[in-house]
């Protein structure tokens, strides 16, 4: 079965950083693109970045872009979200997902996505 199993969360200062991984199995990853996602409490879960299936193409929400780079190693079926100058507005439950496709579209909206992981708590003190 797929799984998709995110780590790397935890707690940071405000303006520091965290190097997210979500490792896949069960899916042949390099036919997928895959996005983070996000969840505070009390809030919808809200796009992050996504990467196309190649790591041709990436997409960031504008509250992270210039913070956060997503990557990928097909080799090692993981994606990474390197987050930096970390706020406390970025506290939330991360997770990846998956989504079938070798298209250059960028995916965004979390019903596009075909698979989930856990989530992993990221906690950024001030």
């Known amino acids: 079965q797929v799984q998709l199993v995110e780590s790397g969360g935890g707690l940071v200062q405000t303006g520091g950083s965290l190097r997210l991984s979500c490792a896949a199995s069960?899916?042949?990853?390099?036919?997928?693109?895959m996005g983070w996602f996000r969840q505070a409490p009390g809030e919808e879960r809200e796009f992050v970045a996504a990467i196309t299936w190649s790591g041709g193409r990436t997409y960031y929400a504008d509250s992270v872009k210039g913070r956060f780079t997503i990557s990928r190693d097909n080799a090692k079926k993981t994606v990474f979200l390197q987050m930096s100058s970390l706020k406390s507005a970025d506290t939330a439950v991360y997770y990846c997902?998956?989504?079938?496709?070798?298209?250059?579209?960028?995916?965004?909206?979390?019903?596009?996505?075909?698979?989930w992981g856990q989530g992993t708590q990221v906690t950024v003190s001030s």
């Open positions: 069960g899916l042949t990853f390099s036919s997928y693109a």
């Open positions: 997902a998956a989504e079938l496709g070798r298209s250059t579209i960028i995916r965004t909206r979390a019903n596009e996505f075909d698979y």
